[in-house]
């Protein structure tokens, strides 16, 4: 297949400024992965644009995988600015896009078109849209032009999930724009290659991993807990919060650091590598996923991958994903979520054990079947424009 641009800007950034990757992030390095041996970066700042040479590219796309200092990552970039600022050569060619990043601009169609590429899209969530207030504020209308540049933009668009495609679909109806090429495909799990270590603790635990924000509804597990410790004393189990803090997160941060019940039953931990996250699921009782809505849930796909039980919030993209095999309960339903986690704490327990023989049916997504079926949309594209 011919060459390929992609647009590293949201990762160069983030890794520059030393945040770890989110599932986002994950998924834009498969994408370097898989097809950055014919690619070229892509960066933007202050309104503009850049095509990396070869060479330059493939320093830029190896440091990602290993970032040391930014100030490598700028040597890189810079280089490569001064060897072949103008993306000459690279018209027709696809551009991918892999974490929303910069569709919110206004100078983002005028770059667009003045590189002649055909963009391609993946769109991980409408979440801004449908459901504004567990975001930040203004992110709605941030969203919609993201989400307006894509459907007016896009050679094609790819999608984490059906329930994904089914609001993008929804939103190009209500706002009267047609839909795309799109394809829907589900997600790999991003830390498999990662070996379990000892078990961390002695007491039975879960695991609720994501970053902190109210839609990931972490208040609720921690009021939970607050009450089995006020019950169960010692003999409670305990939770591990994995995850960077987030925005609007005020009132669970308080619980963390200034509820005294909670002490020595919840441990918050901001920053784990691969190796001490495959761990820490590997051992733990469940995961426990109880958000008010999700694009896809990478989270479930990891834990489930591990052959580690899940409880989780009953949405259609769960579902989607792993069929009946998790234990799902309604994200406000705080006594059943301690009911279950108390059945899931048991050294004997007929749920657990019930799930864990579920698990055997679980059919781990891969990336070559998402990278089949991508290159199978990037084949029908080009087909079509032969054709046309």
Request: charged content about 20%; glycine content about 8%; aromatic content about 8%.
């Amino acid at each position: 297949m011919n060459e390929v641009l992609i647009d590293v800007t949201r990762l160069v950034d983030r890794f520059m400024r030393g945040r770890l990757p989110t599932g986002v992030d994950r998924v834009g390095l498969a994408y370097v992965h898989h097809y950055g041996h014919r690619a070229q970066a892509v960066v933007r700042w202050a309104g503009h644009s850049w095509v990396l040479p070869r060479a330059q590219s493939d320093k830029l796309f190896e440091w990602l995988f290993a970032p040391t200092t930014g100030r490598t990552a700028v040597r890189h970039i810079a280089s490569g600015m001064l060897a072949g600022w103008n993306a000459q050569g690279v018209a027709g060619r696809f551009l991918f896009n892999t974490g929303h990043s910069g569709l919110e601009r206004v100078v983002y169609p005028a770059m667009l078109r003045r590189m002649q590429v055909k963009p391609l899209f993946l769109v991980h969530d409408l979440i801004p849209i449908t459901h504004p207030e567990y975001c930040r504020a203004g992110e709605d209308a941030r969203h919609i032009s993201r989400m307006n540049n894509v459907l007016a933009l896009a050679s094609g668009v790819i999608t984490n999930s059906q329930a994904t495609l089914g609001q993008l679909a929804l939103f190009a109806r209500h706002s009267g724009q047609a839909m795309p090429p799109s394809v829907a495909v589900l997600l790999a799990p991003g830390m498999l290659a990662a070996t379990a270590g000892a078990r961390p603790m002695e007491a039975p635990y879960f695991v609720i991993l994501s970053t902190i924000e109210p839609r990931k509804n972490h208040w609720l597990l921690l009021q939970v807990w607050r009450r089995l410790v006020e019950r169960l004393g010692a003999q409670a189990p305990r939770l591990v919060v994995i995850g960077q803090r987030g925005w609007e997160c005020e009132n669970v941060v308080d619980l963390l650091e200034r509820c005294a019940p909670l002490r020595g039953f919840v441990s918050e931990h901001s920053s784990c590598s691969d190796a001490e996250l495959v761990t820490y699921l590997h051992h733990a009782q469940a995961l426990l996923f109880p958000s008010f809505v999700e694009g896809y849930g990478m989270p479930l796909v990891e834990a489930l991958a591990l052959g580690v039980p899940v409880i989780a919030s009953d949405l259609p993209v769960f579902r989607e994903i792993a069929a009946g095999i998790p234990e799902y309960v309604d994200p406000l339903d705080g006594k059943r979520w301690g009911e279950l986690v108390m059945e899931y704490a048991q050294p004997q327990s007929q749920s657990r054990a019930a799930q864990l023989v579920r698990l055997a049916d679980f059919k781990v997504p891969g990336w070559p079947d998402h990278f089949a079926k991508v290159d199978a949309l990037l084949t029908q594209l080009s087909e079509s424009e032969q054709h046309g």
